[in-house]
């Protein structure tokens, strides 16, 4: 009886345990906002949260180093992780994940305010980006410009904000500048709706089969 009862609860366990990853991955049978979207490529098997491992392997995807990877994960992890987690949850220490539903709870201070507080494109902020600093060509930004903007953003005693967004706009740049050093409008729009990540996955495994071709 004893045994058959430790094997009921271990069964209920695991039915709890997959009720609820279910339940976080229908996040995916509706409307994602442009926030859920552009952080949808990290979540690789698609079950509602980013493990840190899965940020990494996102980052590598795109073509970031080891290294860069590395830090990234437990940098994005560590900063919107604990912010996302549901009220009814139990996050284990480390694990740091970050639930795609509540996405927009994670969204950090001193940045462009292209997203709103629900996650929602805001497109008269995308493009008053470009209408305040695109100084050399309307529709694209250089590396100085890009600097301008960030101090621009940056919100007094806000160092994680700022750091956050100095972070992914200097990571965007250096994949995606073209060989002038501009980092083109229509690239920046995809970043918002997460469409730039496939994009950038897709390039690289299809350079890794034309190398293995040769």
């Given at each position: 009886?004893?045994?058959?009862?430790?094997?009921?609860?271990g069964?209920?366990?695991?039915e709890?345990?997959?009720?609820?990853?279910?339940?976080?991955?229908?996040?995916?049978?509706?409307?994602?906002?442009p926030?859920?979207?552009?952080?949808?490529?990290?979540?690789?098997?698609?079950?509602?949260?980013?493990?840190?491992?899965?940020?990494?392997?996102?980052?590598?995807?795109?073509?970031?180093?080891?290294?860069?990877?590395?830090?990234?994960?437990?940098?994005?992890?560590?900063?919107?992780?604990?912010?996302?987690?549901?009220?009814?949850?139990k996050?284990?220490?480390?694990?740091?994940?970050?639930?795609?539903?509540?996405?927009?709870?994670?969204?950090?201070?001193?940045?462009?305010?292209?997203?709103?507080?629900?996650?929602?494109?805001?497109?008269?902020?995308?493009?008053?980006?470009?209408?305040?600093?695109?100084?050399?060509?309307?529709?694209?930004?250089?590396?100085?410009?890009?600097?301008?903007?960030?101090?621009?953003?940056?919100?007094?005693?806000?160092?994680?904000?700022?750091?956050?967004?100095?972070?992914?706009?200097?990571?965007?740049?250096?994949?995606?500048?073209?060989?002038?050093?501009f980092?083109?409008?229509?690239?920046?729009?995809?970043?918002?709706?997460?469409?730039?990540?496939?994009?950038?996955?897709?390039?690289?495994?299809?350079?890794?089969?034309?190398?293995?071709k040769?």
């Open positions: 009886m004893a045994g058959k009862a430790a094997a009921d609860t069964t209920n366990e695991v709890e345990s997959s009720s609820s990853s279910s339940s976080l991955a229908d996040v995916y049978k509706g409307e994602l906002t926030l859920q979207r552009h952080v949808a490529f990290f979540d690789r098997n698609k079950d509602g949260i980013i493990y840190p491992s899965e940020t990494y392997q996102g980052f590598r995807a795109i073509g970031c180093g080891v290294a860069l990877s590395a830090a990234a994960a437990v940098f994005v992890n560590g900063g919107l992780g604990p912010k996302t987690v549901p009220e009814n949850e996050s284990a220490p480390f694990k740091l994940p970050i639930y795609v539903k509540n996405i927009h709870k994670g969204k950090h201070g001193s940045d462009s305010g292209v997203y709103d507080s629900n996650g929602r494109f805001v497109p008269e902020k995308f493009e008053e980006i470009f209408k305040k600093y695109a100084h050399t060509r309307p529709d694209a930004l250089t590396g100085k410009e890009l600097q301008e903007m960030l101090q621009a953003n940056r919100e007094p005693k806000d160092l994680k904000g700022w750091l956050g967004g100095f972070t992914e706009w200097k990571v965007l740049y250096s994949l995606c500048k073209d060989k002038d050093g980092l083109h409008k229509d690239t920046v729009r995809a970043v918002y709706d997460g469409s730039l990540f496939e994009r950038l996955e897709q390039e690289r495994n299809s350079k890794k089969e034309s190398s293995k040769k």
